[in-house]
Nanobody, 115 residues
Framework: QVQLVESGGGLVQAGGSLRLSCAAS????????MGWYRQAPGNRRELVAT???????NYADSVKGRFTISKGNAKNTVYLEMNSLKREDTAVYYC?????????WGQGTQVTVSS
């Protein structure tokens, strides 16, 4: 069974930075793409960024220029470097990995940006 485990969330002041990490366990195949989504209270889950096994990236307009997604050296690991954080970035951030048409999700990590 595939499990995605996130880490790195927390409380940060506006303008600060955080780095989220995600690693998959129990997987013998390559998840492609992998990415990050977020959900704020009362809102729908939305895409933040994705990265393919070939390194192609895709970002939500709201985070372009501030967030960077990257792959780790270990298989099925992904990071999200978040800079210049804003209050509106406050949300639960979920790691996602796709294998064929099946989506795998982590349990989520809270990111709170204070003013």
């Amino acid at each position: 069974q595939v499990q995605l485990v996130e880490s790195g969330g927390g409380l940060v002041q506006a303008g600060g930075s955080l780095r989220l990490s995600c690693a998959a366990s129990g997987s013998i195949f390559t998840l492609n793409p992998m990415g990050w989504y977020r959900q704020a209270p009362g809102n729908r889950r939305e895409l933040v960024a994705t990265i393919t096994s070939g390194g192609s990236t895709n970002y939500a307009d709201s985070v372009k220029g501030r967030f960077t997604i990257s792959k780790g050296n270990a298989k099925n690991t992904v990071y999200l470097e978040m800079n210049s954080l804003k209050r509106e970035d406050t949300a639960v951030y979920y790691c996602n990995g796709v294998w064929f048409s099946h989506n795998y999700w982590g349990q989520g990590t809270q990111v709170t940006v204070s003013s």
